[in-house]
């Protein structure tokens, strides 16, 4: 009898591969991957073509585990996965970077001795909410700073109403903690989102009772952290759960996420509705219903800019996109 080990790490699906070892990536490094398989932990070869390409293995990914008489255990597939937590890639080509593939929950962290950049919140909503994942805010630090943690609770909930808003604390009082492990349940997998020294690694040593991951300081000038953490690895929780910390995200680019977007600026695109043109970018245009609303002091001009440079990156993209399949698809052809 099987053990249930890759239940533990999340596996649902009555049926197993039969062409290899069904194991699950823990972390990826350059052509190698750690991999949970039901033997335990195994150091496993990721294919170099592959890993160019478009399906490379990613932390959170299952994969089917062969064994190569030179090379030992290789990863030969990626099986489907059911959602990912992506960005658009900070190098300079138009590609998607896959930061954690099968996801169950995104925690969006932040935290409160710094200020609140409401345009990196609204980036980090469209990156959570497109995956398609539940999403839930958590403000770290709130033991040092109960004054901060009310005043921004209040604004993400004013930026999104219906989101789930938790405060923690990360020093000696760890109140909220047990909130956010209420969150966790065996098999499911929660993604922390956030800038380097928001605390997610702390976070996450408190939730798994030890000392796992490293943690850094953050200079007192500006609350900015050193990037501790440089993989994305994910850690089995002893009450039951997963937990994956990424490094911090300083370029929050969104990838192919109109849906999400409409989401978080969801009165703005109801309220474009009535503007005279279909296509208005709310700029110049005349009858621009949006730029009224601004006009009347009910919405604010700067929500509206990143509104609309949101809308100008993703078209920006999707051009890119289709030219470099043109590109591609002429080079076929010779």
């Not at 709310?282 to 949101?310: I, K, T």
């Amino acid at each position: 009898m099987e053990s249930d080990l890759l239940d533990t790490f999340g596996w649902r699906k009555d049926e197993r591969p039969d062409d290899g070892r069904l194991g699950r990536i823990v972390r990826v490094d350059r052509g190698e991957c750690d991999v949970v398989t039901e033997e335990g932990q195994l150091r496993v070869l990721s294919d170099s073509q592959r890993s160019q390409g478009l399906v490379a293995p990613a932390t959170g990914d299952w994969v089917v585990v062969v064994d190569d008489l030179e090379l030992g255990p290789v990863i030969s597939r990626v099986l489907e996965r059911t959602n990912t937590v992506s960005r658009r890639d900070p190098s300079e080509e138009v590609v998607e970077q896959v930061l954690v593939a099968n996801v169950d929950l995104v925690l969006i962290v932040h935290g409160l001795d710094r200020p609140l950049p409401v345009g990196r919140l609204e980036r980090f909503l469209v990156v959570g909410w497109d995956s398609g994942a539940e999403v839930v805010v958590v403000l770290t630090k709130a033991d040092s700073e109960p004054t901060a943690a009310l005043e921004v609770a209040a604004t993400v909930r004013a930026l999104a109403p219906d989101i789930e808003v938790l405060t923690v604390g990360l020093g000696d009082d760890r109140s909220g903690h047990d909130l956010v492990a209420a969150l966790m349940e065996p098999g499911k997998t929660v993604a922390l989102l956030g800038e380097s020294g928001a605390g997610k690694s702390t976070l996450i040593n408190a939730l798994v009772g030890d000392e796992l991951l490293a943690t850094g300081a953050v200079r007192a000038s500006d609350a900015k952290g050193r990037h501790t953490t440089v993989s994305r690895e994910l850690v089995l929780r002893p009450g039951g759960g997963l937990l994956v910390d990424t490094p911090g995200i300083r370029a929050v680019g969104i990838w192919d996420a109109e849906d999400s977007l409409a989401r978080v600026f969801g009165d703005l695109e109801e309220r474009s509705t009535e503007c005279r043109f279909a296509d208005c970018v709310h700029d110049a245009e005349p009858d621009c219903a949006v730029r009224s609303e601004v006009a009347a002091g009910r919405v604010d001009r700067r929500r509206v800019e990143r509104y609309r440079s949101l809308r100008s990156e993703l078209a920006e993209q999707r051009k890119r996109e289709v030219d470099r399949e043109r590109r591609v698809s002429r080079g076929r052809r010779r």
